[in-house]
T-cell receptor
Framework: DGGITQSPKYLFRKEGQNVTLSCEQNLNHDAMYWYRQDPGQGLRLIYYSQIVNDFQKGDIAEGYSVSREKKESFPLTVTSAQKNPTAFYLC?????????????FGEGSWLTVV | QQQVKQSPQSLIVQKGGISIINCAYENTAFDYFPWYQQFPGKGPALLIAIRPDVSEKKEGRFTISFNKSAKQFSLHIMDSQPGDSATYFCAAKVETSGSRLTFGEGTQLTVNP
C-alpha cells in the first residue's frame, strides 16, 4: 500500500538522550515535513524539505535536526537540547509544487520523556 | 507570523445537528484553504478544501463557506453523526510559495448519540 510509515509508534526517552524518529514514504513525493502536536496548540512545523539534500527550519526547529539523503526518507532527531520534547510527532509529504497539492500525514509517533 | 485562528476549541453537538467551526486568517495572500479531520491517535486526513474564487463548496454533509472580505472561512457538518467525533483543523497556504501550510489550533468535536 502507498503511504507514509512512521516508527516507532511509541518511544520513551530519558532526559539527556537523543532519539530519532523514522519517516518513510512510498508516494514518490518530493516534499516532506515534520510537525509537532501538543494539546490545544494545533500542528506546529518543525522542519520541511522540498528536495533531497535540502531542508528548511520551520517555526519550532530549535532542539531538532533532520536529514534528507533519500527522497523517501526524512528522519527527525530530537536532541537533548529540546527542553520539552514530550509530544505527538507527525510526518507528512506532498508533491513539491502545483495547485492544491494535498499533504498526507503518517500515523504519528508518541514521544515521552521519562 | 502568519496565523490562522480557529474557534471554538471544543464543540458538543447532538446527533443530527449542525456543527459549525470557524477560522479567520490575516494573510491576504493565502489562496488555498483545506480542512483536516483527525481521529485520536491517528494522523490528520484531508476532508475538504476551497479556493477564494468560490464562496462555498459542498461535499456530502460537509460544506465550506468562504468570506474573502472578512478573511474568514467555516466548516459546516450537516446531520452530524457520532462517527464525526474528531478533531478538525483548518489550514491555509499561499500556493505559489510551495506546500507549507499554516494550521489553526484545532476544534475537538463530540457528537452525542
Amino acid at each position: 500500500d502507498g503511504g507514509i510509515t512512521q516508527s516507532p509508534k511509541y518511544l520513551f526517552r530519558k532526559e539527556g538522550q537523543n532519539v530519532t524518529l523514522s519517516c518513510e514514504q512510498n508516494l514518490n513525493h518530493d516534499a516532506m515535513y515534520w510537525y509537532r502536536q501538543d494539546p490545544g496548540q494545533g500542528l506546529r512545523l518543525i522542519y520541511y524539505s522540498q528536495i533531497v539534500n535540502d531542508f528548511q527550519k520551520g517555526d519550532i526547529a530549535e532542539g531538532y535536526s533532520v536529514s534528507r539523503e533519500k527522497k523517501e526518507s526524512f528522519p527527525l532527531t530530537v536532541t537533548s537540547a529540546q527542553k520539552n520534547p514530550t509530544a505527538f510527532y507527525l510526518c507528512a509529504s506532498s508533491t513539491s509544487e502545483g495547485s492544491g497539492n494535498t499533504i498526507y500525514f503518517g500515523e504519528g509517533s508518541w514521544l515521552t520523556v521519562v | 507570523q502568519q496565523q490562522v485562528k480557529q474557534s471554538p476549541q471544543s464543540l458538543i453537538v447532538q446527533k443530527g445537528g449542525i456543527s459549525i467551526i470557524n477560522c479567520a486568517y490575516e494573510n491576504t495572500a493565502f489562496d488555498y484553504f483545506p480542512w483536516y479531520q483527525q481521529f485520536p491517535g491517528k494522523g490528520p486526513a484531508l476532508l475538504i478544501a476551497i479556493r477564494p474564487d468560490v464562496s462555498e463548496k459542498k461535499e456530502g454533509r460537509f460544506t465550506i463557506s468562504f468570506n474573502k472580505s472578512a478573511k474568514q472561512f467555516s466548516l459546516h457538518i450537516m446531520d452530524s453523526q457520532p462517527g464525526d467525533s474528531a478533531t478538525y483543523f483548518c489550514a491555509a497556504k499561499v500556493e505559489t510559495s510551495g506546500s507549507r501550510l499554516t494550521f489553526g489550533e484545532g476544534t475537538q468535536l463530540t457528537v452525542n448519540p
